[in-house]
């Protein structure tokens, strides 16, 4: 018999474990290189980052149940270098919301998604779109905490089927021998983490 519990993280704790995984990749983003491409072929690192910006932002609204707007992308990036520290106040926020009371309970959004759910949307692109970012400046991105990934690996499997329809995952892309975890979640996006 086991007697380790398994142990469960709030929303916001894994959304904590990811913000503080991002800050060092966010911080690091050169300006020459806010033009070059990334991961995801619609997006440069500009746009890629003002995406961020707007995902931080609209997710703390569903986080107490207010609708949001994901219409038209805000300009994130400015010419003052403090772009930097405001998605860091942002992605605070962020994990604030989701780690009040009731956050995770019920549903939220337009589409009545369980929250959990909905906040673990947050969380892969927190997650997923760092490494993206960090791909694309040629930064390191030291992987994902065990909870994230355990977290993610749930909502992907929900998410992908509709995902891979809206163009937002693209097909899996094979494993690697030997990849981690982190790896494969991101395979099954449609990422290639091997660099092959």
């Not at 995406?51 to 609708?67: G, M, T």
């Not at 990036?77 to 989701?98: F, G, H, K, N």
């Not at 992907?156 to 892309?173: H, I, K, S």
């Amino acid at each position: 018999m086991d007697t380790n519990p398994v142990e469960t993280y709030g929303i916001g704790e894994v959304l904590d474990m990811a913000r503080k995984r991002a800050v060092p990749v966010l911080r690091g983003i050169p300006d020459a290189a806010l033009s070059a491409p990334t991961p995801c072929a619609e997006y440069d690192v500009k746009a890629l980052v003002n995406h961020l910006f707007q995902v931080i932002v609209q997710f703390q609204r569903l986080a107490v149940k207010e609708a949001s707007d994901f219409g038209q992308t805000p300009e994130g990036i400015t010419e003052s270098p403090q772009w930097r520290e405001r998605l860091m106040d942002e992605a605070d926020r962020l994990v604030e919301a989701w780690s009040t009371p009731g956050a995770e309970e019920g549903t939220t959004g337009a589409m009545n998604m369980p929250a959990r759910l909905v906040g673990s949307m947050a969380l892969l692109d927190l997650t997923v779109h760092v490494w993206d970012l960090a791909r694309a400046t040629g930064q390191d991105y030291p992987g994902a905490d065990e909870a994230v990934v355990a977290e993610l690996s749930g909502a992907v499997d929900e998410l992908a089927p509709t995902a891979r329809t809206m163009g937002v995952f693209g097909e899996p892309v094979p494993e690697a021998e030997g990849a981690s975890v982190f790896e494969r979640l991101l395979a099954r996006t449609g990422r290639d983490p091997y660099g092959r």
